[in-house]
């Protein structure tokens, strides 16, 4: 299929999205509430790609695009206010895998969003995404409000040992009670990895975090001394349960994302 630049819409939908959910200290006291995990679509020219976003109280954003018709992902982060029932985003976004970039051959680009929000509820918003080639992409974001993101969140309910859902054993991710993580990969980039998680609101499912890479070998050693961020949610139904990291970084001068999904062991 062929896959068209405005996939970066899906962006700034999502920061839209984001502040649908439920926040506290959110960026607007008198708007709808901004935390929140969302399920979704992003429609271009009549099709539709999937998205899967969280979004913190405090107002941040990562949003996860894929086109279940080939290997294309893209992933957006920023961040999300409302006034009332009306949403504004603004978004950096950029493809996960450079073989499979924009339709217009960019590989990342700056989107804007605005739309507007039923509180817990769903998120109806036009997004305009620019790409680095400077063409502008619109679509539709229609996103539905995901409630375990009302699950309270705790160091003792992330914490344990993790593997890579690409090829299970591979490798080992571990946190601990104290939300001290640690990784390994021995089998194929050879990286190890240190990093923090923390908690945005306990009331809330969506947690920090930050992660360094080191020891990286051969073509994965551009990683080393990387250091990302951004937000993470465990799904503590799902068997096994599934840890999800939408983050982002700079690798070699270019902000650049990660999207990193475990399952326990």
Same mark, same amino acid.
């Given at each position: 299929?062929? @896959?068209?630049? /405005?996939?970066?819409?899906?962006?700034?939908?999502?920061?839209?999205?984001?502040?649908?959910?439920?926040?506290?200290?959110?960026?607007?006291?008198?708007?709808?509430?901004?935390?929140?995990?969302?399920?979704?679509?992003?429609?271009?020219?009549?099709?539709?790609?999937?998205?899967?976003? #969280?979004?913190?109280?405090?107002?941040?954003?990562?949003?996860?695009?894929?086109?279940?018709?080939?290997?294309?992902?893209?992933?957006?982060?920023?961040?999300?206010?409302?006034?009332g029932d009306v949403l504004s985003a603004s978004v950096?976004?950029?493809?996960?895998?450079?073989?499979?970039?924009?339709?217009?051959?960019?590989? /990342?680009?700056?989107?804007?969003?605005?739309?507007?929000?039923?509180?817990?509820?769903?998120?109806?918003?036009? &997004?305009?995404?620019?790409?680095?080639?400077g063409n502008t992409i619109t679509g539709q974001l229609?996103?539905?409000?995901?409630?375990?993101?009302?699950?309270?969140?705790?160091?003792?309910?992330?914490?344990?040992?993790?593997?890579?859902?690409?090829?299970?054993?591979? !490798?080992?991710?571990?946190?601990?009670?104290?939300?001290?993580?640690?990784?390994?990969?021995?089998?194929?980039?050879?990286? #190890?990895?240190?990093?923090?998680?923390?908690?945005?609101?306990?009331?809330?499912?969506?947690?920090?975090?930050?992660?360094?890479?080191?020891?990286?070998?051969?073509?994965?050693?551009?990683?080393?001394?990387?250091?990302?961020?951004?937000?993470?949610?465990?799904?503590?139904?799902?068997?096994? @349960?599934? &840890?999800?990291?939408? #983050?982002?970084? #700079?690798?070699?001068?270019? !902000?650049?994302?990660?999207?990193?999904?475990?399952?326990?062991?």
């Amino acid at each position: 299929m062929d @896959r068209p630049a /405005h996939r970066g819409i899906l962006i700034g939908a999502l920061l839209l999205l984001a502040a649908c959910g439920g926040s506290k200290s959110g960026s607007s006291t008198t708007g709808a509430l901004v935390g929140g995990l969302w399920t979704g679509t992003l429609t271009v020219s009549g099709v539709a790609y999937t998205v899967q976003a #969280m979004s913190s109280e405090t107002g941040q954003l990562e949003l996860l695009e894929s086109d279940p018709a080939s290997s294309f992902k893209a992933q957006y982060w920023g961040t999300i206010s409302s006034s009332g029932d009306v949403l504004s985003a603004s978004v950096s976004g950029a493809v996960l895998n450079q073989a499979d970039p924009f339709s217009d051959g960019s590989f /990342h680009g700056t989107g804007t969003a605005r739309g507007t929000i039923q509180q817990r509820s769903s998120i109806s918003a036009t &997004l305009t995404f620019k790409t680095s080639l400077g063409n502008t992409i619109t679509g539709q974001l229609a996103l539905t409000y995901d409630v375990s993101y009302e699950q309270p969140s705790s160091l003792a309910t992330i914490s344990g040992n993790y593997t890579n859902t690409a090829s299970p054993g591979t !490798d080992v991710l571990t946190i601990t009670t104290a939300g001290v993580l640690t990784y390994t990969d021995p089998l194929t980039t050879q990286c #190890m990895a240190s990093g923090t998680v923390t908690l945005i609101d306990s009331t809330y499912a969506v947690y920090a975090a930050e992660i360094t890479f080191s020891n990286c070998k051969n073509i994965y050693s551009y990683l080393n001394g990387v250091s990302i961020q951004g937000l993470a949610n465990v799904n503590t139904t799902a068997s096994p @349960r599934a &840890l999800l990291f939408l #983050m982002h970084g #700079m690798v070699g001068g270019v !902000d650049t994302p990660f999207a990193l999904a475990y399952q326990g062991t």
